[in-house]
């Protein structure tokens, strides 16, 4: 599609409840202000930039849009050293050798090498893909942008801000839908001041005690209440003050989803220190940070708030 304006798309959702309820539906748990910025970003259609810990959910947000939105979710994982081809588009290479070869062989006479440059020689990576998505659209993430470099985070702001691309041998590429566009970073650095402008923000944070506690339920059903519960108090304490100095990072929503499966098919019924010990390591992925997790700091994290040690 090019060459003209890009359609506007009326907002899917009535309400920030409406964006709860369906979230909700597609097993994601979003508190108000997350809700907030997934409904603006969908009515204003604009990039929605989510930064935070790995683990608390950025990515899943992504998933369940997807799933809430009925739409083809496509996704940009991003490394140090990702290159625009990867991202956007490469020829077909092969296929046009073949069709200039063919053309030698017949003697045709006509422009070959501008035959060769149509989109049927197109190898479309994730962005294009959902530039060009049909109707309903498709929800793009872009994950974990900060592992890329500057000069890609400027080769995306023409995507991010007009939701279209530059081909040289085609033209500006258009998108067909607006695409659904989430973006996340862990902040291992600091991401250029004219990709935040194209977005809208928002900083997603561990969660609370009881949307934890409906996410480790919803995705272990086969967890008790009463385990469920532990889980999500032991891991909030975990985060708080003052056992959180003494990790070089507390788990995340990933993490405590985890932990409970891993606790189910141990067939826990009830956390003591001895079994908390014995699988920190699917608590924290660093050596120092399991062993952080000593005995007596589990014994002091599973007594009732009130008694634990200062």
Same mark, same amino acid.
């Given at each position: ?128 893909? $959902? /530039?060009? @998505? ?10 974990? &942008? #900060?592992? *890329?470099?500057?000069? +890609? ?108 499966? $891993? /606790?189910? @098919? ?10 908390? &010990? #014995?699988? *920190?390591?699917?608590? +924290? ?26």
């Amino acid at each position: 599609m090019t060459d003209h304006d890009t359609p506007q798309a009326a907002s899917p959702f009535s309400s920030i409840d409406a964006v709860v309820q369906a979230l909700q539906g597609a097993g994601y748990y979003a508190d108000r202000r997350l809700a907030t910025a997934v409904f603006l970003a969908l009515k204003l259609q604009r990039p929605l930039l989510l930064e935070g810990e790995p683990g608390v959910g950025k990515t899943e947000l992504a998933k369940a849009l997807s799933t809430a939105l009925n739409r083809e979710l496509l996704r940009l994982q991003c490394y140090d050293g990702l290159e625009q081809r990867e991202a956007l588009y490469e020829w077909n290479y092969a296929a046009q050798m073949l069709h200039m070869r063919a053309a030698e062989a017949q003697g045709i006479s006509t422009d070959v090498e501008s035959e060769v440059y149509q989109p049927r020689y197109l190898i479309r990576r994730p962005l294009l893909q $959902a /530039l060009q @998505a049909p109707a309903p659209g498709a929800v793009l993430l872009i994950d974990e &942008v #900060d592992r *890329a470099d500057e000069p +890609f985070e400027a080769f995306l702001l023409e995507y991010l801000g007009e939701y279209q691309v530059s081909i040289p041998e085609l033209g500006t590429i258009r998108a067909l839908v607006p695409p659904v566009t989430i973006l996340t970073s862990n902040r291992t650095r600091e991401l250029n001041d004219a990709v935040k402008r194209r977005c809208l923000y928002h900083w997603l944070d561990y969660p609370e005690r009881e949307r934890e506690l409906a996410i480790v339920r919803a995705q272990v059903p086969q967890a008790s209440a009463a385990l469920s519960e532990q889980i999500a108090n032991f891991v909030g304490r975990l985060r708080s003050t003052p056992f959180a100095s003494a990790f070089q990072r507390g788990p995340g929503i990933a993490e405590s989803v985890e932990w409970a499966k $891993a /606790l189910v @098919a141990l067939d826990t019924i009830e956390l003591d220190p001895e079994i908390v &010990v #014995d699988t *920190a390591g699917i608590l +924290f992925k660093q050596r120092d940070d399991v062993a952080a997790l000593t005995h007596a700091m589990a014994t002091d994290l599973l007594r009732p708030e009130e008694e634990a040690a200062p």
